[in-house]
């Protein structure tokens, strides 16, 4: 493990949340840390992904879906680019 918080910056295996950019999240957000360095967690890189906005995955040719929940009706919107589908739940969460 790195001895200095700037051999964190771009090390291969572990990542510190001082770190993590923008658009870059840990997941899963239960993530176990590999351990602590000066009382902060650190986290494996492999849990470490990169998000990309609407533009960035249309730019790669890619489909958003997007998926809005209605409690109040037990409805699920699910929205694609070239239609709308609604589902009815009975078991809704």
């Known amino acids: 493990m790195p001895t200095s918080q700037a051999q ?3 090390h291969p295996l572990y990542v510190l949340p001082k770190f993590i ?5 840990i997941w899963p957000e239960d993530a176990e840390p590999a ?3 000066k009382e ?4 494996w ?3 470490l992904y990169k998000l990309h906005t609407k533009d ?3 730019q ?3 489909q958003v879906r997007v998926r809005i929940r209605f409690r109040e009706a037990n409805v699920v919107l699910n929205v694609n680019l070239t ?3 609604f589902t009815r739940r009975e078991n809704f969460q």
Do not use: L
Not at 40 to 43: F, G, I, R
């Open 8 to 10: 964190f910056r771009h």
């Open 21 to 25: 950019g923008k658009y870059e999240i």
């Open 35 to 37: 351990g602590t360095f």
């Open 40 to 43: 902060m967690p650190v986290y």
């Open 45 to 47: 890189r492999k849990n």
């Open 56 to 58: 960035k995955w249309v």
């Open 60 to 62: 790669e040719g890619r």
């Open 83 to 85: 239609h709308i589908q």
